[in-house]
């Protein structure tokens, strides 16, 4: 299946598969990170409610605050990989501190991030070492 494909093209392969599975990775992070709402009761359904006493309030609780800098951590995961993971690792940390949401943006930055990182170590090995080959024909 490879046989045509010499050791460049397998690196460059590579690469790409990794890039690939690490986006398919951060997604699902991402995805199965963010919290669920629940229900909450209403005080009508609590003991001790008299029949017929109604509740105004939503049956929903109030949605965490989204941390910024797990947003930009997401989205620097595009452009510059570093602060991806810079702003990844805040994020993670003041979400622990202060229970805000956004902790799936936060995971999936820092996979990306490191992926891009690692991607541009590749690219610099290849550069090199394809810049420094001799070739004599």
């Known amino acids: 299946m490879f046989a045509g494909l010499n050791g460049w093209h397998l690196v460059i392969l590579l690469a ?3 890039v690939v599975a690490g986006v398919v990775v951060a997604i699902s992070v991402a995805v199965s990170g963010s919290k ?3 229900l909450a009761p209403s005080p009508a ?4 409610v008299p ?3 109604t509740y105004a309030g939503a049956p929903y ?10 947003i930009l951590s997401l989205i620097f995961a595009f452009f510059f990989s570093l602060l991806a ?3 990844g690792h805040v994020a993670r940390s003041q979400i622990g501190r202060t229970g805000e949401g956004g902790r799936g943006l ?4 820092l996979i990306l991030g490191h992926l891009g990182i690692l991607g541009g170590v590749i690219a610099v090995i290849v550069g090199v070492v394809a810049a420094t080959s ?3 024909y």
């Open 16 to 18: 790409v598969l990794v």
């Open 36 to 38: 669920r709402r629940q």
């Open 45 to 48: 359904a609590q003991p001790g």
């Open 51 to 53: 029949y017929g006493t």
């Open 61 to 70: 609780g109030a949605a965490p605050r989204t941390n910024t800098m797990a």
């Open 85 to 87: 993971v810079i702003f």
């Open 106 to 109: 936060a995971t999936a930055g």
């Open 134 to 136: 001799v070739h004599y």
